[in-house]
């Protein structure tokens, strides 16, 4: 079965500084896709990023990119210059090829709580 | 452009009620999925519709859970009876047909509380 680990329950960064949060996956598919949201404490879910298996570079999204790792089947978000608005959960998810055919549903890991200090 | 509407945003209802969560998902998109959030078991897909039609409802927990979609701008959960046990924040998300990335957008979540 497919699945996402987050080992980091929380992290804490100096604002301006970067940060890495985790995501590892299991899959025995060779075409998927890896995707990272964040949730603020106001609860909405908002689509950070996106890597797909076949991508030759790493997705990037302003601050934001994504530090993909094939053969070791890693996914890491970094963060670069934080900012206390970055403060928030953060969720990486793969896109799930069902047995039998149809849409690629998403699962999502744990999450990692990140806090930005002044 | 606007993004998935959800309503209410909370809803506090005693044991027993009925519960109707509605969601009005991103224009064009022909994907709409229902997930629930708790601490205890983090995001879980409900079911999920493609053109109106529902196509996997695997993860609707019991009998008390209904989802219908009877166009492509509106979608309702629906829970009778409602139990605490059912307290959780429940989200909607839609997804174009056109997409590289599948990347599905979400609302801002209902926050069901169940006394």
């Known amino acids: 079965a497919q699945k996402i680990t987050q080992t980091q329950p929380g992290m804490f960064v100096q604002e301006k500084e970067a940060v890495t949060l985790d995501c590892t996956y299991d899959t025995s598919d060779q075409s998927y896709g890896l995707f990272w949201y964040k949730q603020p404490s106001s609860g909405e879910m908002i689509f950070l990023i996106y890597q797909g298996s076949y991508d030759e570079q790493n997705a990037t999204e302003g601050r934001y990119s994504l530090n993909f790792q094939k053969a070791r089947k890693s996914a890491n978000l970094v963060i670069s210059a934080s900012q206390l608005g970055d403060s928030a959960m953060y969720f990486c998810?793969?896109?799930?090829?069902?047995?039998?055919?149809?849409?690629?549903?998403?699962?999502f890991g744990a999450g990692t709580r990140l806090a930005v200090h002044p | 452009d606007a993004g998935v509407i959800q309503s209410p945003r909370h809803e506090v209802t005693e044991m027993g009620q009925e519960v109707t969560l509605r969601c009005k998902p991103i224009s064009g998109h022909d994907y709409l999925f229902w997930y629930r959030q708790t601490m205890m078991r983090g995001l879980e897909l409900l079911i999920y519709?493609?053109?109106?039609?529902?196509?996997?409802d695997s993860g609707m927990p019991e009998d008390r859970f209904s989802a219908k979609m009877p166009n492509a701008s509106f979608s309702t959960l629906k829970i009778q009876p409602s139990e605490p046990r059912d307290s959780a924040v429940y989200f909607c998300?839609?997804?174009?047909?056109?997409?590289?990335?599948?990347?599905?957008?979400f609302g801002p979540g209902t926050r069901l509380t169940v006394l």
């Open positions: 998300a839609s997804r174009g047909a056109v997409s590289r990335t599948d990347t599905q957008y």
């Open positions: 998810a793969m896109r799930e090829v069902p047995f039998s055919g149809g849409y690629n549903k998403l699962i």
């Open positions: 519709f493609n053109n109106n039609v529902p196509i996997d």
